[in-house]
C-alpha cells in the first residue's frame, strides 16, 4: 500500500516512459517563473519566455498604453523565434536521443543566460535601454530554445511555460477519475512555476536583477547535469515517444 501511494512522486524522476525528463522539466517550469519575474519588472513589462502575453503586450504599447515598451516586446518576440529556429535544428539532429536533446538545448540555453547575467551585472543601475534590450534578447533566444526542445520531448503536461491547458486539464479531470501521477504532474506544474515568479519578484525587488539571473542560471546547470548524466547509461525513455 505504501508503494502504491508513492508511486506518482517517483514517477517524477525514474517515470517508466519519461525517466527523469519531469522532474527536470518541472525545474525549467521554476526557471520560467524566476526569468519572466526578471523580465517584466526589470526589463520593461516584457515576456521572455511566454509569448501569448508578449504578444498582448505589443498591443498594449501599439495604442500607447502607458509602461509598455514596444521595441522591448518586439524585441522578446523575434529572440524567442530566434531560439526556436535553434532548437527546432537542434531537435532535427539530435531528436532521436530525448537525454541527449535535453542536455544540449539546456547547456545552449545555460550559455546565454550566465552571458545575460554578466551583462546585466556590468551594467549601471537602473539598467539602460540598449542594454535591456540586448538581454531580452539573449534570455528570448534561450527560452525560445527551451520551447522546441521540450516540444520535442513531448512529456505530457510539462510545457514548461504555458499552463493554460495544464489548468484546464487538471480542473476537468479533477472529478473524472483522472491517474494521480497525472493530477500531481499538472499541480505542481503550476506550483513551482508559480514559486519561480514568488523567488524572481523577491530577488529582484530586495536584492538585484543580477541575484535573479544567477538563479535562473543556476537552475539551467542543474537540468544541464541531470540530463546529461541521465544519458550516461542506455534506457528506454530516451527514445522519442510513439506519434
Known sequence: MEQGRGAPVRRLVADPAHGPLPVLLLVLTVLTGVVDAVSILALGRV??????????????????????????????????????????????????????????????????????????????????TTARDVT??????????????????????????????TLTGLAADLRNGAKSEVLLRRGLAVLTMLGGAVAGAELVLHASVTAALSTATALLAVVTAGAWAASARPAAWRNPPNR
Do not use: C, K, W
Request: no cysteine; proline share 3%; charged share 10%.
Open 47 to 128: 515576456f521572455v519566455a511566454n509569448m501569448t502575453g508578449n504578444v498582448v503586450f505589443v498591443g498594449f504599447a501599439l495604442v500607447g498604453a502607458p509602461g509598455f515598451s514596444l521595441a522591448a516586446s518586439l524585441i522578446g518576440l523575434a529572440g524567442f523565434v530566434v531560439g526556436a529556429g535553434v532548437g527546432g535544428q537542434l531537435t532535427r539532429r539530435f531528436g532521436t536521443d530525448r537525454g541527449r536533446l535535453l542536455g544540449l538545448g539546456a547547456g545552449l540555453e545555460l550559455i546565454l543566460f550566465a552571458a545575460a547575467t554578466v551583462l546585466v551585472a556590468a551594467v549601471a543601475s537602473p539598467i539602460g
Open 136 to 165: 531580452v534578447a539573449i534570455l528570448a533566444i534561450g527560452t525560445g530554445t527551451q520551447n522546441a526542445v521540450v516540444r520535442r520531448l513531448a512529456v505530457p503536461d510539462l510545457t514548461t511555460t504555458v499552463l493554460t491547458m
